[in-house]
Nanobody, 118 residues
Framework: QVQLVESGGGLVQAGGSLRLSCAAS????????LAWFRQAPAKEREFVAA????????SYRDSMRGRFTISRDNDKDTVYLQMNNLKPEDTAVYYC???????????WGQGTQVTVST
């Protein structure tokens, strides 16, 4: 089974940028869709962005559209999340997830912490 490993999290000041990576241990094309979710302390996990691997079609949570960009590198079997103009409320653990159908995810990474300071 293909596994997903996130990296790129860290501490950044408000207004700064980070790029998260999600590397598949095998062929990322085995997933129909790959997505980023996040979970802040004491809050439910929420959808951030998704990309359909073959077509490259993307979707975003409305509140993040324009600040966050999801992309993929076919050669590296990796999905990225470029996050710009970060805000303290973006502080969360960010998870990468893969699935075989839109809205259905059965493979999850371990998460990477993003902390945005004021």
């Amino acid at each position: 089974q293909v596994q997903l490993v996130e990296s790129g999290g860290g501490l950044v000041q408000a207004g700064g940028s980070l790029r998260l990576s999600c590397a598949a241990s095998g062929r990322a094309s085995e997933f129909y869709i790959l997505a980023w979710f996040r979970q802040a302390p004491a809050k439910e996990r929420e959808f951030v962005a998704a990309i359909r691997w073959n077509s490259g079609l993307t979707s975003y949570r409305d509140s993040m559209r324009g600040r966050f960009t999801i992309s993929r590198d076919n050669d590296k079997d990796t999905v990225y999340l470029q996050m710009n103009n970060l805000k303290p409320e973006d502080t969360a653990v960010y998870y990468c997830a893969g699935g075989q159908g839109s809205g259905s995810y059965d493979t999850w990474g371990q998460g990477t912490q993003v902390t945005v300071s004021t």
